[in-house]
C-alpha cells in the first residue's frame, strides 16, 4: 500500500490526540497485518520523536535470552534516535530511564510522540517490564502535557488485558484506545482502485472472503 485507504475515522482521532494540550496514552489493536504501524506511521508521517519495534520471541531459547534481545534491540533504537553518554541497560527500569533521558534531550516544547510497536513481545517472563513501563507513564509521561504516547500490538489479549482493562498499575491510564477492524467491502473496492486493479464486485466479494479484509493479503499479487 502506497497510502492510506479508508481509516478516515482512526486519522481524524489521532490527528485530534496530538494537537491534544495534555498528556495522551493511546493504545491500537487489531489482527496481525491489519495495517496498525502503516496507519500509524502515515497519520503521524515526520512527528514521531522516537520509534521502537519488540523482537519477535520466534527462536528466541528461554526468558533470560529473549529479555536480553528484547534490551539490546530497545537501546539500539534509543542510539538511532541520538541517545549519547549511557550503556546498554542491564534492567528495564534502567532502559525506561535512559529514554527519559533521551526525549528530555530532545524536548524543544512541541509535542513529542513516542511510538512502540509490537509491546507484547517485550513483556518477557520475569523481566520486570510491565513494571517499568507503568513506572515511566505514571511517573514522568504523565506529568508532561506536550507527551503523546502510541503502544501497539496484535496480541489483542495482552492490550485488553494489561492496558484496556488493568487492575494493576495502569488502570484507568489509557486516554484513548483503537481497534483497527479489516477493510470493509468498500475499502476493498477502493484499495484495488487505488492500485489500478480492475475487478468486478462478484470478485472484490470473493476476494473479500478468501483475504478476510486484511490489507497486507490484498497488497500480496
Same mark, same amino acid.
Given at each position: ?75 539500539? =533504537?534509543?542510539?538511532?534516535? +541520538? @541517545?549519547? %553518554? ?9 532502559? #525506561?530511564?535512559?529514554? &527519559? ?62 492496558? =484496556?482493562?488493568?487492575?494493576? +498499575? @495502569?488502570? %484507568? ?9 479489516? #477493510?470493509?467491502?468498500? &475499502? ?34
Amino acid at each position: 500500500m502506497s497510502a492510506i485507504v479508508g481509516r478516515k475515522q482512526e486519522i481524524e482521532e489521532l490527528e485530534r490526540l496530538y494537537r491534544s494540550d495534555r498528556p495522551e496514552f493511546v493504545a491500537v489493536y487489531g489482527r496481525r497485518r491489519v495495517g496498525k504501524t502503516f496507519l500509524i506511521k502515515q497519520a503521524l508521517k515526520n512527528r514521531i520523536t522516537f520509534q521502537h519495534t519488540g523482537v519477535s520471541p520466534i527462536d528466541q531459547d528461554d526468558a533470560k535470552s529473549r529479555m536480553k534481545t528484547q534490551l539490546e534491540s530497545f537501546y539500539y =533504537s534509543m542510539l538511532n534516535h +541520538g @541517545l549519547e %553518554g549511557f550503556k546498554k541497560p542491564k534492567s528495564w527500569m534502567e532502559a #525506561f530511564y535512559q529514554l &527519559e533521558q533521551l526525549l528530555t534531550s530532545l524536548d524543544d516544547g512541541k509535542r513529542q510522540v513516542v511510538f512502540i510497536d509490537e509491546m507484547p513481545w517485550m513483556d518477557t517472563p520475569r523481566s520486570g517490564f510491565l513494571p517499568a513501563f507503568e513506572n515511566f507513564w505514571n511517573g514522568w509521561c504523565s506529568g508532561r502535557d506536550n507527551m503523546m504516547l502510541i503502544v501497539c500490538g496484535s496480541a489483542t489479549s495482552w492490550i485488553l488485558g494489561n492496558l =484496556s482493562r488493568s487492575r494493576g +498499575g @495502569l488502570y %484507568g491510564r489509557l486516554t484513548d484506545e483503537i481497534k483497527l477492524l479489516p #477493510f470493509t467491502l468498500k &475499502e476493498c473496492e477502493e484499495y484495488f482502485e487505488g492500485e489500478g486493479i480492475e475487478l468486478s464486485r462478484y470478485d472484490i466479494v470473493q476476494s473479500h472472503m478468501v483475504f478476510g479484509g486484511i490489507p497486507y493479503y490484498l497488497s500480496l499479487r
